[in-house]
Each structure stands twice: as structure tokens, then as C-alpha cells.
């Protein structure tokens, strides 16, 4: 059965997840996902701009989802809404760490990756998120003085910290700490401070 445009691209991304994962990003060619997918490397490139775009939607695939996945209503409490939204995220890397290690590595080793990166998915993955920020604002839950983009990069620290010290290393400081009761502390920490109140 011939597959849809969409249903097409879904295949490519979940195939080319798969083998990012397995080969690494350097040893995974879109030769290597075309005849995964059964197909040729044209039709890759007529869905993606490339690896480097494949390999970062991949990432977004898995991370970019932001509330519209979490279940609340106007009254549910701010502090409830942001640890659903970190740990919502940090069940995702959990799921995916291998695509994420990887992630990092480009980063820091891959100058074309580190620019796309940089210029063109992290201001798709944030602006939902300040979009939201925004709105806390808007609505009195949040101070005004703080920029919303340095509130999303607070938040994204912590996502990335969590994951961090749970599953980079198996034996760690933190390896009697839940993700959850982690998460939930240095949030603590961000919205109410260390600073005890005279």
C-alpha cells in the first residue's frame, strides 16, 4: 500500500531515530535510512532538508511536545502545571536517553550541528514554552522582572540536570533520589529560593 506524504515522513523519522541511536549520528547514512525504509535517498531529501535537520527533528519528535500533553485546567496550581511539564520531559529523555547522549556529543564535537542547533531548533523548541511563561504572567502567577526567556532556560536546566544526574551514570549521588522527589526539590529551589524569609 502506497503511504501517505505524512505517512511517508513518519517512517523516515522513526527509522533514522532508530538508527541514530544504534550507529551514531557519524555512522548513520541517509543511504542506510533510505533502505531501511525501502526507499530511495531522494525521497529523504524531499521530506528533510538533510541529516543534520533529520537528526535534530528526531530529537524534537521526542522533546518537542509541551503542554497541550499534560491535563490541566485554569485552576490546577502553577507549581503543579511546571513539575508536571518537567517531569513529562524527564519521563521522555528516560525513554530516549541513548538519541539525547547522542545529542550532546554533536554538540559539543559537530560545529554544523551546534549552529542548527542553536539558530534554528532551539527557538522552535522554546517558544511554546515562553509563549506559556507569558501567560503565567499575564495572569499574576509570575514576576514580570524576570525575562521569560531566562525563565524557559531555568526550566530546561532543570529538565536537563535531572536527566543528567539519573541517567547519564547508573551509580551516582543521586542514585537513592528519585527523578521525581529531584525534580520536585530544585524546583522548590527556583520558585521560592534558598533564602530563608526573616
Do not use: W
Not at 524531499?46 to 521526542?62: C, P, Q, Y
Not at 526567556?149 to 529538565?159: D, S
Amino acid at each position: 500500500m502506497r503511504l501517505t506524504k505524512e505517512q511517508r515522513k513518519a517512517q523516515i523519522l522513526e527509522m533514522a531515530t532508530k538508527l541514530f541511536v544504534e550507529n551514531g549520528y557519524h555512522e548513520t547514512k541517509t543511504k542506510d535510512i533510505a533502505q531501511a525504509c525501502g526507499i530511495t535517498e531522494p525521497v529523504i531529501y524531499k521530506h528533510f532538508g538533510g541529516k543534520d535537520e533529520l537528526f535534530l527533528e528526531a530529537i524534537f519528535n521526542i522533546a518537542g511536545e509541551t503542554f497541550q500533553e499534560i491535563s490541566f485546567d485554569r485552576e490546577t496550581d502553577t507549581e503543579i502545571v511546571l513539575l508536571s511539564f518537567i517531569m513529562n520531559r524527564v519521563h521522555k529523555v528516560e525513554n530516549n536517553f541513548s538519541l539525547f547522549k547522542r545529542l550532546l556529543i554533536e554538540l559539543l564535537e559537530n560545529d554544523k550541528i551546534r549552529g542548527y542547533y542553536y539558530y534554528n531548533f532551539l527557538p522552535r523548541l522554546a517558544k511554546p514554552i515562553i509563549s506559556y511563561v507569558d501567560l503565567l504572567k499575564e495572569q499574576g502567577h509570575l514576576k514580570d522582572e524576570v525575562p521569560s526567556k531566562v525563565i524557559a532556560l531555568t526550566l530546561a536546566g532543570v529538565l536537563i540536570m535531572v536527566s543528567m544526574a539519573k541517567y547519564l551514570e547508573k551509580e551516582s549521588a543521586f542514585s537513592e533520589t528519585s527523578s521525581q522527589e529531584l525534580a520536585e526539590q530544585m524546583m522548590m529551589i527556583c520558585l521560592h529560593g534558598l533564602l530563608k524569609n526573616k
